[in-house]
């Protein structure tokens, strides 16, 4: 009902206070559905519209307004709420909303969830809203008699309490209570100036003197700051802002459940964000003030709303509210959400994507545990290792955080591991990100450190994964992130070889299947790292192939010929061969760059000899018939990139010194090679003097100085002679 007294009198106060309310709590009491579900949205929509036409009126003023949605608003908590529809949650929630603006929730409404950095500090955010209306501060100088308001509510409640329990002094009790209230409110207002005492008050706006005696407020208060905090103080004892937490939630129908679910989802999305082919409604301000505050709701609402609904979605439920209910339409407005920014979109609302990378990360970490959930879940991780580079970069920080947390508190499945690894991969594309880099570390080290979950990793197939993205943070240029995942892919293989991990007999017999793939992927750092983690990687090269007698020293009688020769042909041949001459873009290398891709290519051929020379007699020894065959073949890579221009010299003394080795050892001249009546010392200067003629007279004159006044022909066949003598 409209009357024309102006907006203090929307709706008139006998159907505030009177029958509609009476109506609704008696057939609230007596269970009757029916008429609850008749009156009470008719009581909940004025009080919204009451509410919403206080957010523009000075402070003291505000008090009274907030007195006159008090009632309905209670009821959505204990009465009313089963039976909410769209538009009932929307006018809820837009009275939530203003409460937020004038600073009147609580924290735990008001203040974000965010992760907190490696070192256990909060992360910088981007998403700086602070109320549109802050609260004043409060004068040092009041009298705090004001703090008696607590201790005098507590003596009138404890007062109140009454023994019977029968049903008519329990209903008779109740009529008391409610009647008692009125006289309250409606008469010295006793309840309110517990809750809002002040030095000074006036009158109701809009009414006359006498309104002053009935309805006594601090309209003039000296001090706006503690009328801020009684009001904020009378909110949070209203139960109004529990109708969103888990008490409140619990009294939901499933069916009124999605209705707020809705609401939600159609107020978390920035009005700028609206489907093709439509545009913003929104109504030009009158002035500057109404349009910064319109500015302000519209970035505002949407972070808060979705706030909202992620809290809502994360509640636990009762057995009776499936979150199926909801889950469909929270999944896919998140997905839509994120769909939209990796399109590109959104690059002015940074504060709520910001919001939405958190969230999105909070369902996961709240709900990976419902297994119906799972799938719905890792999609929207998956979204997130899309995001654009310039969104991605600015919260790879917060992305590797909350990552963390999941991988700490959830057993993912393989697919859940594998959008890890991809997400902790795009983050090792952003080198400057240190804080970033550390804590997707962190996650490699929580697998790594840890036997069980090593274990784990590898018995979902995950090993792969692993050294991809071990690599991927390697590869960095002298980071931190990168000496710590150059050293794990040299220790992690030595490890489980030498049963220093206490893991299943099965996993610690892997070692020999993982050494290979651990060896491609410090033999691809070498060979495209920076400079300082090359030399790094080839230092740990040479750690898994040729250290003896320490503790991470592999137990080299356990590999077979086979392993070596899978080593040889697909690690160390093509990391001696693959230094082209040109950068991938088809231009010329600089000379810088020359120098150092010939520097790296000399450290394979030097790597590769001395692997030939340390093993060479047990591979004679496990495959005599295979040993000559694989012995050639290097021979032949070796003389072939030492007949380049880029390498020629440190490849060519590489070179020289291992065939100085077979030359000098009776029993090298004595096996037999590939080809019949041929040894394969013969063999190996067949395949190296049409490259490099004069090589062979420089290892005999070193092996014989004297020969060096005969003829050439004549120090060859005697170096022939002598390798054909026998030992």
Known sequence: MRCQGGDEQVIDDFFWEGTYRREIEIGAYFDNVELVSAKYPLELRGGCCFFRRCRDRPMSDRPWRLRKVRGPLRLALSRGQAILDDAEWRGALDVMLQLWAMDLLPSHLSEFDDFSGTD?????????????????????????????????????????????????????????????D?????????????????????????GDASDAEVEALPVNCTDPGLVHQKVKAYVARSGFVEVLGATGIAKVSPESLQCLAKALVQLSK??????????????????????????????????????????????????????????????????????????????????????????????????????????????????????????????????????LVLVQEANLPHSGLCNIFTLLRRISEFPAGVGACSASIECLNFWLSDDQELSRLLSLQQFPELLRTLKAFASQNSTPASATALSHLSTLVPQMARGARSLPVEAQSQWRSLWVPTLQALADIARDGSQRCSAQAFVYLQRLLLECGTDLALPWEQLEFNAWKECLEQVLVPLLQSHPAEGADGAALTPGSQEAAATRQANAAQLVCRVLLTHMPSWLRSSPDGFPVLFLRILHVLVSEATTETAKLPLVESLKNLLLVISADPAFGELPSPKQGETLLEAAWGVVSPALPELRREVQLILDPSAEDRAPEEVAEAGAAKTDEPA
């Not at 308001?149 to 009454?162: I, M, T, V, W, Y």
């Not at 006793?190 to 109701?204: E, N, Q, V, Y």
């Open 120 to 180: 256990g500090k909060p992360l910088e955010s981007l998403c700086n809203i602070r109320p549109l209306f802050p609260p004043p501060a409060v004068r040092q100088d009041n009298d705090p008699s004001h703090h008696a308001g607590d201790a005098r509510r507590s003596d009138a409640k404890a007062a109140a309490a009454d023994s019977g329990d029968g049903f008519l002094e329990s209903l008779a009790r109740w009529f008391e209570d409610e009647t008692r």
């Open 182 to 206: 009125d006289e309250e409110e409606e008469a010295s207002d006793g309840r309110l100036k517990d809750d809002l005492i002040g030095t000074h008050f006036g009158a109701r706006p809009g």
């Open 270 to 403: 920035p009005s700028r964000w609206v489907s093709q082919g439509q545009s913003p409604t929104t109504a030009e301000p009158a002035d500057e003030v109404q349009a910064g505050r319109a500015s302000w709701h519209d970035v505002a609402d949407p972070v808060f709303c979705l706030e909202l609904l992620t809290n809502l979605t994360c509640t636990p439920l009762p057995a009776s509210h499936c979150l199926s209910h909801i889950w469909p339409l929270v999944s896919t407005h998140f997905e839509k959400l994120l769909q939209y920014v990796i399109a590109g979109n959104g690059l002015s609302e940074m504060q709520f994507i910001e919001r939405l990378i958190v969230n999105t990360l909070r369902l996961c970490i709240r709900l990976i545990g419902n297994s119906e959930l799972v799938p719905t879940l890792l999609l929207l991780t998956q979204h997130l290792s899309r995001l654009p580079a310039q969104h991605f970069a600015a919260h790879a920080e917060r992305i590797a955080c909350g990552t």
